[in-house]
């Protein structure tokens, strides 16, 4: 009661302040009451109004299925090439575009070397050999080694008393210390076998080092390995070159030229994800665009796709390539490319608009207004390729039927949400 009283008291005393107030603040207090009472009101009413639905008819269409990705045009059989030796470049025997075969001479080098370097690269090249030969003497001694072992282990085992007439072993006579003995023996001696072959491998690997180190002394006259045409000659006479250097897996040491093989033949170079190398196979179609050509499409074929990936900081990719079968000559090596592949197709086919699809109890489902409730309800369907704005509907919809994309004006779905968030 006491509260009553109040709140009619505060009420009076408004009134009255209200009634002595000037006419402005009238007048604002009424416009913002107004205000309140029209979002009120045009909020009940959206309350209360049921959501328009934007819907798209099941049509028959052509689907595609595309992966896109961007790389790199790379050439067939590209050779880079280097010095063998450190010095001055002193003639050049080939210019750019120029064919060559294998055994052909691409440019002299005079070494700048002082005789102490080769003095010291010849020693140590020398001594890498005699470490090989004296390994490869202990090599012998330890195969004969060996053979002997195996021969008296063998004699052993087959005599009467390890072994019965039909050939088979006598298990429990093989449990003595002159057999076990026999067999460790040459055992060991395998063993020592192996091992020495890896020696022999690590002392190669030496040589190796040492006589490119020793080469790089020497002048010399550098050849083609390769058959194809030159590219990116990068000298001039008079140019100081180096040796690449085979003691480190990356050199900083650039490539004297190039020579490429099938120049006319461009492909692409990409790199797919486990969700898309699936998906493309050998033979497929392929679209191409290069930065370089806006206005040009280049038409291609998978023709490589790696079964083995590559992890880069435990991301897996597998490399494809892609042949370009209307090559261009202004095409060249590293240009960035856009390709997209056709990994599959449905003609004549039932479709749906993607964004009508939607996750429904594991699997996928659309939607449709409930002409009694006027609410959507979930219509279970099979998909099969999906395309970049459409998707195939195997089973499911009938041709015609209207299913919802989307809402009008940003109205919410609430019977959807409460459906979805229902877990049904």
Sequence with gaps: MNIIRSLFKKLISLKNWYMKASWQKKALIAAVLLLILFFGIRQVRSASQAPQYLTEPVSRDTIVEIVSETGNVSTGGKVDVMSTSTGIVEEIYVKNVDPVEVGTELFKVKSTATEQEKATALANYLSAKSVLDTAN?????????????????????????????????????????????????????????????????????????????????????????????????????????????????????????????????????????????????????????????????????VTKVDDIGTNTQGVVTYNIFITISNSDPKIKPGMTANADIEVDKAENVLTVPNSAIKPYKGGKAVQTVDPKSKQPVFVPIKIGVRGIDKTEVLDGVTDGMEVITALQNGQVNRSSSTILGGGQ
């Design 137 to 301: 003497a202990t090599l012998y001694s330890l195969q004969s080694t060996m053979f002997s072992k195996w021969d008296e282990f063998k004699q052993l085992a087959e005599n009467s008393t390890y072994e019965n007439d039909d050939g088979s072993p006598k298990n429990d006579q093989r449990t003595l210390p002159e057999f076990h003995i026999a067999e460790k023996d040459w055992l060991a001696a395998e063993s020592n076998y192996k091992k020495q072959q890896g020696v022999i491998s690590q002392a190669q690997a030496t040589l190796s080092a040492a006589n490119f180190a020793y080469q790089a002394t020497q002048n010399a006259v550098v050849k083609s390995t390769a058959t194809g045409t030159v590219a990116n000659l990068s000298i001039e006479v008079g140019d100081k070159v180096s040796a690449a250097s085979l003691t480190t897996s990356v050199t900083s040491t650039m490539p004297v030229l190039s020579i490429v093989s099938e120049l006319s033949k461009s492909s692409v170079k990409l790199s797919l994800n486990e969700v898309d190398i699936p998906k493309v196979r050998t033979g497929q179609k392929a679209s191409v665009n290069l930065d370089a050509f806006p206005d040009k499409s280049f038409d291609g074929q």
